[in-house]
Each structure stands twice: as structure tokens, then as C-alpha cells.
């Protein structure tokens, strides 16, 4: 377990009261006195570290009788996600719990639920990719639940919260993704990507075709810009479950949509829609709802094709913030990643020997 999970552990342990200092609930940890698994195991997706506790309240996305479900998002710097876990942190979880999600759960039943899919196509509309930048995203949603937010008791605070946190939206439109991949599990023979994910030491990778199994590889460090003070000798390799945004074809893959995320990630406009392009060449195909302006409205490349990506040699680029490799630093900077080869390989050789069955 990496640095940066471990101490989003500590964190959660100290929210839910299982221990009172982070020296006992690490000791808690160690002698396996708390039952871990993984989100996707759970139709849950968590950024980063990607933890979730039982008191943490959580959005849940619905298509019919299918559900997949996020955390909420607390921002950017140390936070748990990125494997802080001081008091400040853990204060802000116990807000979160106690007053943001009853807030926005009144709003909800007030003035019912939101569309996710329009509002990610309107956002990369926006200036948005779905990943690492959701500013338009958190803009459209809060305009859309702010009548309902004001009428609850301490709903300014919800509000000026929202109004502070650019990447609120990031998590809704993760479990979005989660719950449009999932639709495909199961299908036989298919070759489509339904899963990308990292936990700071491996990646790894489900296909339609072969269900819930996981193909995984050791995972790469991002390439990116870095905090003040921070260099990529403190950086822990990639991890979060938010690679299923560009699984489902936004973040990494809708870059086009949002130049300005260069200025976050590093590179240029230009290697953004570059980044695009390229993925167009391991995707099924366009989506037909998050269409992106600067490559004349054509739909965002949709659906990894694990064929594709070996007859191409391409990787699915994905963009991710970067965490400390020590627990209790949190987030020192953001970048591009791509997915391991390896994986795609284990997965068509899986396909090909239950074919061959």
C-alpha cells in the first residue's frame, strides 16, 4: 500500500472515531482491524487515494435500476484524497458529513435530481474535460441546485463552499462514468475497456468481455508541473479511481475541449487537442452526447478498444493530479499519465483463450 493511501486511511479511521490519535489508527490498520476492499468492488468510484468510510455521505448517479456512487469532493492541497489527514482535514470531513451532504440531500429531494450526462455535455462545452478541469461542470451545478441549497439551514455555507471548490463536479462526473462503463460488463467476447484504475502501486485494467476480472501492471509516475518546493523525487506513482472518466472518453481524452487545462497539467493547447486526435485511433467510436467544439463539435473518442491499442501501439493518455509519496503531505502537483501496455496485452489473451474454449 502507498504512502498517500495509507494516510487517507488514517484519516478515515479518525473520522469515524475507530481510534483517537493517527499513531493508533495506523496500528488499527496494521493489525487488520478494518475490513478494506476495493470501490469498483462496490460500484463506487474514489478519486486519488479513493477512500471511502460508512459516515461519509456520497452522490449516487442512477440509469433504471443500476446505481454507482462517489465521494464528495473537498478541493485541492491537503486534503484526504491525497493522503493528508491533520486536523484540519478531518474537520472538514466531519462538515461534510454533519452539514454539506444533509444540505445538498434537502436540495436534492426539494428539486429532484440532476441530469449528469447533460450537464458534462454542456460543461465541455465550456471549457471543460470532465477530469482535471470542472470548473464549468461546478458552475452548472450549482447555479442548478442553489433556489433549493438557500433554503436549507446553513445553506450559505454550502454555497460559498461550492463557490471555493472549482472540482466539486469532478466526482459527480466520475460516478457518471462508472455507471455508463458498467453497462458493458458481462458482454461476450467484447474488447471494450470498462475499468481504468490505479492505487499508487499497480494499474489496472477490466474488458467487457472477461467481466470483473483485473488485468493489472506496475503503474507509472505522471509527468506534469509541480508545486513550489516539489519535484518528481517526492511524487508517488499515479493512483485514484478517476481514470474512469477517460475509460468512459472525457478527461484525458476530451482535452481539446479545455486548452486551459494545460496550464494544470503542463504542455500546450496545441497538445491538447494533439492528445484527442490520438485517442480517436483506440476508441469505438464518437460519444454522441459530449461533442467538442474545437474539433468542430465531433463527438469526444468514446469506448477503448483493447485491439486497438495493440495494433496502434497508442495508450490511453490519462491527466491526474499528483500526491506526495509520504502519507500526511497531500498534493504536490498534476500531469499526464498513460496506461501500461501490459495490461492490454494480458486482457487480449484472455479474451483469445475463452474464445478458444
Not at 491533520?86 to 429532484?112: F, I, Q, T, Y
Not at 469532478?170 to 455508463?180: C, Q, V, Y
Not at 494544470?264 to 493547447?269: K, L, R, S
Request: aromatic share 6%.
Amino acid at each position: 500500500m502507498c504512502g498517500p493511501v495509507r494516510g487517507a486511511l488514517v484519516g478515515a479511521v479518525l473520522l469515524e472515531g475507530w481510534a483517537g490519535t493517527p499513531a493508533d489508527a495506523l496500528h488499527l490498520l496494521e493489525a487488520g482491524g478494518v475490513t478494506l476492499d476495493a470501490c469498483h468492488h462496490h460500484d463506487a468510484v474514489g478519486p486519488m487515494a479513493g477512500v471511502l468510510s460508512p459516515s461519509m455521505p456520497v452522490l449516487v448517479v442512477q440509469d433504471g435500476p443500476r446505481r454507482a456512487y462517489a465521494s464528495l469532493n473537498e478541493g485541492l492541497g491537503r486534503v484526504l484524497r491525497f493522503g493528508a489527514f491533520d486536523a484540519e482535514v478531518v474537520d472538514r470531513l466531519r462538515w461534510m458529513r454533519d452539514v454539506l451532504g444533509p444540505v445538498l440531500d434537502g436540495a436534492l429531494r426539494l428539486g429532484g435530481p440532476v441530469d449528469v450526462t447533460s450537464l458534462v455535455a454542456q460543461a465541455l462545452t465550456m471549457g471543460d474535460e470532465g477530469h482535471n478541469r470542472s470548473t464549468a461542470a461546478t458552475s452548472l451545478l450549482a447555479r442548478r441546485l442553489a433556489p433549493e441549497v438557500a433554503q436549507q439551514d446553513r445553506g450559505v455555507e454550502v454555497l460559498r463552499f461550492l463557490a471555493a471548490n472549482d472540482h466539486f463536479a469532478l466526482n459527480l462526473s466520475m460516478a457518471g462514468a462508472k455507471l455508463a462503463t458498467d453497462a458493458a460488463v458481462g458482454v461476450e467476447h467484447s474488447t471494450l475497456v470498462t475499468a481504468m484504475a490505479r492505487n499508487g502501486v499497480e494499474f489496472g485494467l477490466r474488458v467487457a468481455g472477461t467481466g470483473e476480472r483485473w488485468f493489472t501492471a506496475p503503474v507509472g509516475a505522471a509527468d506534469g508541473l509541480f508545486f513550489p518546493g516539489y519535484g518528481p523525487e517526492d511524487a508517488n506513482p499515479d493512483l485514484g479511481d478517476s481514470a474512469i472518466t477517460e475509460t468512459l472518453g472525457i478527461g484525458g481524452f476530451a482535452m481539446a475541449a479545455a486548452p486551459a487545462i494545460t496550464l494544470f497539467v503542463g504542455g500546450t493547447p496545441d497538445d491538447a487537442l494533439e492528445t484527442t486526435r490520438s485517442m480517436r485511433r483506440i476508441t469505438l467510436g464518437p460519444h454522441p452526447a459530449f461533442r467538442l467544439p474545437a474539433l468542430g463539435f465531433a463527438g469526444a473518442p468514446s469506448g477503448i478498444d483493447v485491439l486497438k491499442v495493440l495494433d496502434t501501439g497508442v495508450l490511453p493518455v490519462i491527466n491526474t493530479g499528483i500526491a506526495h509519496r509520504e502519507a500526511g503531505v497531500g498534493q504536490i502537483g498534476a500531469g499526464v499519465v498513460e496506461a501500461p501496455s501490459d495490461v492490454f496485452l494480458q486482457a487480449v489473451r484472455a479474451l483469445h483463450g475463452m474464445r478458444a474454449r
